[in-house]
């Protein structure tokens, strides 16, 4: 579970709060979104569960562990759990796209045999693997962003921070890669997912946080979803209808995590005649 009690956060060359006395329970197993305007604080939010930043007054844990209070040193022990999806993607620039991936199960100490194995798999999971010998310069912005899904998916999280992850990829792939989350989500891992595209939050009937300018203006189900469109940024416009996944066996996406079933979803806005299946990458 990740707390957040009346947790505020200024920088300290900011004259205002990032976030202010925040209050939120995310159980172990929820999939959230979070949305709101540019500079509502949800980067800020998520680089506090993820240890990026500290708090200046409040209390969060993730799971027991109190972030106010853990050691420097036991901070690489607790990223661990994450798959961590930054904005600004942080590939490591002079390495190739395999290395980027094998590089988060490097650091934990995977042994090579199994990440010859998995770095294939996830990157193929993008649409990748054509790219793996590709320096990062080489990429597209949608494709680098891919990247760092695949990276952030490497090592079976238990919990997956994505910020923005579709933000630079066209609305099918968008569809797809929160589809795959979802899929991750049921078989036990908690996501939680900065978004701008209220297309995928009408979509996908989850829990919704709303930031405005620091302070959690709601957060909930259907109503808070129909509200949050009201609050994500009108400059990311995407197509309102989205195309149907391509029906393929997604249970392949969990990987080594426990396998389940699930029916592709039509959205609602989808019609029968609109729809196109095609598969391989965007
Ligand atoms: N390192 C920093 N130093 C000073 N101020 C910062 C820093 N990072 C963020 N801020 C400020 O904190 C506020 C919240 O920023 P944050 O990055 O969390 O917003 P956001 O909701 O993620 O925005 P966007 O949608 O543009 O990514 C903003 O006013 C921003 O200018
Ligand atoms: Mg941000």
Redesign the pocket.
Known sequence: MIEFNNVS?K????D????KDINIKIEKGEFVF?V????????????LMMRE?VASSGCITVDDINLNTIKKRDIPKFRRRLGIVF?DFRLIPNMTVFDNVAFAMRVIGTNEKKIRRRVPYVLSLMGLNEKARKLPKELSGGEQQRVALARALANNADIIIA??PTGNVDPQMSYEIVDMLMRLNEAGTTVIM?T?EHSLVRCFDKRVII?DK?NVVADGGTLVREAATSHI?AASEIANEYVVPPDEDYTAYIGETEAVEVAVEVPNEVQAEEITVEGGEN
């Open positions: 956060k920088y300290d060359s900011a205002s709060y990032a976030l979070v709101g305007s540019s500079g509502a604080g949800k980067s800020t939010f998520l680089k930043e904005q910020d923005e900065v701008h930031l620091g940024n």
